[in-house]
C-alpha cells in the first residue's frame, strides 16, 4: 500500500512559476514509476508526465519544455516544477504511483487527492 500527499498548488500569475511535491508513505517508492495527471472542471483527467524508477522522465506534448519531473527517493517523494504557466493549466493537479510506465490513468494503482493550481491571465 502507497499513501500520496501532494501539496505546493495554489494561484499565480500567467508566465509565473510553481512546484508541486508529492510524498509518499512506505518503504517501496522507488519501485514505482510516479505519473502527474491533471483535471480541469468538465474535462478528462489527463497525463502530464511521469518519471520511471530509473530517472527517466516523459511529458505530454503541451507540457514539454515548462514542466519538470524530478523524484527525490531519500524522501520518497516526486515533484513537478511547472514553469511559464498558462490559464489553460488550471486544474487539479495528481500524483500517481504504478509499478510500470504508461501514460494511462487507468492502470496507476495508488492516487493523491489533488491539490488545485490556478493560473489567471
Known amino acids: 500500500q502507497v499513501q500520496l500527499v501532494e501539496s505546493g498548488g495554489g494561484w499565480v500569475q500567467a508566465g509565473g512559476s510553481l512546484r508541486l511535491s508529492c510524498a509518499a508513505s512506505?518503504?517501496?517508492?522507488?519501485?514505482?514509476?510516479m505519473g502527474w495527471f491533471r483535471q480541469a472542471p468538465g474535462k478528462e483527467r489527463e497525463f502530464v508526465g511521469l518519471?520511471?524508477?530509473?530517472?527517466?522522465?516523459y511529458y505530454a506534448d503541451s507540457v514539454k519544455g515548462r514542466f519538470t519531473i524530478s523524484r527525490e527517493n531519500a524522501k520518497s517523494t516526486v515533484y513537478l516544477q511547472m514553469n511559464s504557466l498558462k490559464p489553460e493549466d488550471t486544474a487539479v493537479y495528481y500524483c500517481?504511483?504504478?509499478?510500470?510506465?504508461?501514460?494511462?490513468?487507468?492502470?496507476?494503482?495508488?492516487w493523491g487527492q489533488g491539490t488545485q493550481v490556478t493560473v489567471s491571465s
Open positions: 500517481a504511483a504504478n509499478i510500470g510506465v504508461s501514460n494511462a490513468a487507468s492502470v496507476y494503482d495508488y
Open positions: 512506505g518503504r517501496t517508492f522507488n519501485s514505482y514509476a
Open positions: 518519471i520511471s524508477r530509473s530517472g527517466n522522465t
